[in-house]
């Protein structure tokens, strides 16, 4: 009888050390997902990207902008009027480099050559 007791502990011991190794490795693995990696510049030139987008969506969906000239300057405000832009909860667009300041003054020049519209934004 004390040979099967003591193979049960056994099994169970090497049973408990894979489990305690398997659970250090998924919460290393999973502990490296919460980082915090922040990128101002990078969230600058992804919210200018996006604000360019949302112009030519603006300059497409409303021809009737370019009957007098080819090109028009409209500011980011247009577009958060226009709902192509979700502001944040004071209807700004946040800065992410100065997030004291916003960019809905930002000037926007939408121009359109032939069939395709090209967007400036003053940065």
Do not use: H, R
């Not at 958060?80 to 100065?98: C, F, K, R, Y």
Request: net charge negative; hydrophobic share 40%.
């Amino acid at each position: 009888m004390k040979t099967i007791n003591d193979k049960k502990i056994i099994i169970l011991g090497a049973i408990l050390l894979v489990f305690t190794i398997g659970y250090f490795v998924i919460v290393n693995k999973v502990s490296y997902a919460f980082v915090n990696d922040y990128d101002p510049d990078k969230s600058y030139n992804e919210t200018i990207d996006i604000i360019k987008k949302s112009a030519v969506a603006y300059g497409t969906n409303n021809p009737d902008l370019f009957k007098e000239d080819d090109t028009v300057y409209k500011k980011v405000q247009d577009l958060i009027d226009a709902n192509l832009l979700v502001p944040n909860e004071d209807g700004n667009i946040v800065n992410p480099l100065q997030e004291e300041e916003n960019l809905n003054e930002n000037v926007i020049k939408i121009k359109k050559e032939k069939d395709k519209i090209t967007v400036e934004v003053d940065s």
